[in-house]
């Protein structure tokens, strides 16, 4: 154990120059911020899909995920062998009283929604009021929550995609319930309206179409052989199809903004090598200025292993120092994030074997750039020194 003289003199050399060393530990508090929150993010994107998405397909169009597929193709796909159930779903946009008030809102069909959705969960009397109000729309409990909305409050949302039948651009629904998700994977802040509403109000030239269907698969069937059977069915159709599993769907969503997990490494390869850098030319800098003092110590009778754990110990706790408080941060803003991005992730998780393996990794990098000053200053000749 380090005696307790050289933890005080650590903890005094550190505060030697307070401008370099809050530099210093700034710089790596946010390169461990980065890590937690790239981390996670990967994590993120890479989950497996909920115990229910099994037997969820997703049909969609084949070229692009924004064309719209006829909404006759919803019927047909229900009727076929081996589709349980099955919804529409439609990206309406808008937003809420300030454009900056956006959360995912969709056009569902009530019923077949929730009942191939099971992580979802709504009361009976809710969904009976969804079915039974044209203009209602259930909300996920914690979009509630943010705005204070209760049952039988109106609600109006901007259109920025689909105007009304008369131009408008202002839909107003009435909140007839709410739900909550029982899976990380899904979205928090989500409003759901009436497909059959949305088709009736709508402008006549985005009538009669969705943006995807969503399906549960019936019980001893296969959902690659479902998929199959529907991709063939419109495969020289006007409209061909792309079916796929909801994992698959994610996958393929998130495969457009690139390879995450590579993004994410060379990301943190930048930033650490940026700061192994910095912070081993500062604590070498460090060092040099500090050749004279570590003679005197020797001569009083330092010796040269605990002069040399003194320099190796101030590297390393103040990379642990600012990797502690980097990864703090990042459990503190995690509620914030989840409410911001959510929606486009399902859920943001920081957690500790992530924190463990960034104090390790700081433990490391302090290791790194503070091994070379100690070596040093432990082959350190006090003649020599002291002559310098």
Request: overall charge negative; glycine content about 8%; aromatic content about 10%.
């Amino acid at each position: 154990m380090i005696p307790l003289s050289l933890g005080r003199l650590t903890a005094a050399n550190l505060f030697r120059h307070p401008t370099r060393t809050l530099l210093s530990f700034t710089s790596l508090a946010i390169a461990f911020l980065l890590f937690m929150l790239l981390n996670a993010i990967a994590t993120a994107f890479s989950s497996g899909p909920s115990e229910g998405a099994v037997n969820r397909l997703v049909v969609d169009a084949k070229y692009s995920m924004t064309d719209n597929l006829p909404i006759t193709y919803l019927q047909q796909i229900h009727s076929l062998d081996g589709v349980a159930s099955a919804a529409s779903v439609s990206w309406f946009g808008g937003y809420y009283r300030d454009p900056k008030e956006t959360f995912t809102t969709f056009s569902v069909n009530p019923r077949e929604y929730f009942e191939i959705l099971t992580d979802y969960d709504i009361a009976p009397e809710a969904l009976a009021r969804f079915e039974a109000t044209r203009t209602g729309a259930v909300v996920s409990t914690a979009l509630a929550e943010k705005y204070g909305w209760r049952v039988g409050d109106r609600v109006t949302l901007r259109g920025n995609i689909w105007p009304l039948a008369d131009g408008s651009w202002d839909w107003e629904f009435e909140i007839v319930g709410t739900f909550t998700g029982n899976a990380s994977q899904l979205s928090d802040t989500l409003f759901l309206l009436r497909q059959d509403y949305f088709d009736d109000a709508v402008i006549s030239w985005a009538k009669n179409q969705v943006g995807f269907i969503l399906l549960s698969v019936a019980k001893g069937h296969k959902p690659e052989d479902v998929a199959s059977t529907i991709d063939a069915l419109y495969e020289n159709s006007s409209d061909p199809t792309r079916t796929a599993s909801e994992d698959q769907y994610a996958r393929q969503f998130v495969s457009q903004l690139g390879d995450i997990g590579l993004m994410s490494t060379a990301i943190l390869s930048a930033v650490f090598f940026t700061i192994l850098l910095l912070t081993g030319n500062t604590a070498s800098q460090t060092f040099r200025e500090r050749v004279p003092e570590l003679a005197a110590m020797k001569t009083l009778g330092f010796t040269d292993a605990s002069v040399a754990a003194l320099v190796l110990g101030e590297a390393v706790v103040l990379c642990l120092a600012g990797g502690a408080c980097g990864i703090t941060i990042a459990f503190v803003m995690e509620p914030a994030l989840n409410d911001s991005i959510g929606a486009v992730l399902g859920g943001l998780e920081m957690n500790m074997a992530s924190a463990l393996i960034g104090l390790a990794l700081a433990a490391g990098i302090g290791v790194l750039i503070g091994v070379q000053p100690a070596w040093s200053a432990k082959r350190l000749s006090i003649t020599d020194a002291l002559r310098e």
